[in-house]
């Protein structure tokens, strides 16, 4: 079994079982072979998942992708130089750590459900507790 398979199985099972969509996050290079190879990824990982009994659902309800960087858009607004003579080649080392660190985490906070995320601190920090006062013993 392939990554991508096994990534689709997961995804497709944990959906079947708890309705959850699995979220890929893709960041890399700008150009056209690695955005050609994303969406090859992302399609045969879509069509991993149609084999599944989604319901009636799109197999994007199951698990979807979502380029955070290095955007066509992105090259623009960042001001980020090509690394070849022709220009399509922009890499992600180009960019301002800040400005993709600050990027970044805006997408990551848009993405999380902060209140389920301080639960699970939550939970957690409980689980922790507990297993120090057993070990205390």
Do not use: C
Not at 71 to 92: H, I, R
């Amino acid at each position: 079994m392939t990554e991508l398979e096994e990534l689709s199985n997961r995804a497709a099972v944990r959906w079947q079982h708890d309705g959850q969509t699995t979220t890929v996050l893709l960041v890399g290079d700008h150009d056209p072979a690695g955005l050609g190879r994303m969406d090859k990824s992302a399609a045969d990982a879509l069509a991993f998942v149609e084999r599944f009994d989604l319901y009636g659902h799109e197999p994007t309800h199951v698990l979807r992708f979502v380029h955070l960087a290095l955007t066509a858009e992105q090259v623009v607004e960042w001001n980020v130089s090509p690394s070849d003579a022709a220009g399509t080649k922009f890499e992600l080392e180009a960019v301002d750590p800040v400005t993709l660190r600050d990027h970044l985490s805006d997408v990551l906070e848009s993405l999380t459900d902060l209140d389920v995320l301080a639960d699970t601190d939550a939970e957690s920090d409980a689980i922790r507790r507990e297993f120090r006062t057993i070990h205390a013993l």
